[in-house]
């Protein structure tokens, strides 16, 4: 294949340790019918044979270009890339995903004919650790206004399904380093309330679902990020200035109050994000259950929360369930 002298896409990859699936990931970019793109792939600090994956992929086809680094982590790594994409338009791809043929296609298409359209995702279906097919039944929202509504509770876009104009990520700040392992959801906060954000109705990405995803293993990190963002988003709308704009970290929820002058902050954060935890067997193993704990010692609200540990002994967490009960009785 020769190189793109122009592309029209630049395709973004991050990739760490990601020798069971990257060969996969990168075929079925190799594959899409819209060929005109470049693809940028940063190896992290792989320790495993990502690295020289990427390399044998690279020397067979000039589209693709490999940055070998110490690792950074994601955040900085997207970052990078967007720095170095040399299209208009970028798309996001995770190095365990696969993306079917027609992806590039289709969204360009709906880029080209909607020149206000900031960010354009898809809807999924999803496959095992062991490659397995599972349709996926949970529908992503497609209008700009559902989406906006659907941010201030969840996120509403397969990050890396996406296809996004760069000068917007950039113009908004790209990823921002404080967020991590939820940067897109921060990111998809700040670009909703100046542009229109869709997703199609198409499936046309097939997304992993595995134990070791960041998803599953960073939920808490990932929840009380996801919390900051909401709040610093409800700011931003009110008129009042981002209270997280160029931090590199998040203050822990014991600490938030004094972090932004504000009282009870810290408390209506820890409810939503052990709403968001509590049938996690990692998250209460790695804080979550002390949340609870804390929110019930200081007098917090116990509704729902005999719901939850009589869930707890149906999905088998009997430590965790005796835990909270205690906790309920007690306090």
Known sequence: MTQIDMPVISVLMSVYNGERYVAEAIQSILGQTEGRFEFLIVND??????????DRYAAQDS??????????G????????LDEARAPLVARMDGDDVSRPERFAVQLAEMAAHPHLAV????????????AYFPCSDL???TPAEIRERLMVASAMCHPSVMMRRDVVRAVGGY?????????????????????MRNLPDRLFLYRRSPDQVSEKHILVQAIGAACARYAARERRAGRADPFEGADSLPSLDTIDAFLGTRGVGARMRLEVIDSIKYSRDALAGGGLELMQAHLREGGTK?????TAGRMVKLGMIPQALTLSYGLVRY
């Not at 589209?63 to 950074?72: A, C, L, W, Y």
């Not at 354009?120 to 062991?130: F, I, R, S, V």
């Not at 509704?303 to 719901?307: A, D, H, K, N, S």
């Open 176 to 196: 921002r380093a404080a967020f991590r392992h939820c940067e897109d959801y921060d990111l998809w906060l700040r670009v909703s309330e100046r542009h229109e």
């Open 63 to 72: 589209r693709i270009r490999v940055i070998h680094q110490p690792n950074r």
């Open 45 to 54: 600090g792989s320790r495993d044979a990502s690295g020289s994956i990427l």
């Open 120 to 131: 354009l995702g898809t809807n999924t279906d999803e496959l095992d650790a062991d490659g």
């Open 140 to 142: 992503h929202p497609e």
């Open 74 to 81: 994601l955040i900085a790594s997207l970052n990078l890339l």
């Open 303 to 307: 509704q729902g929360f005999w719901r």
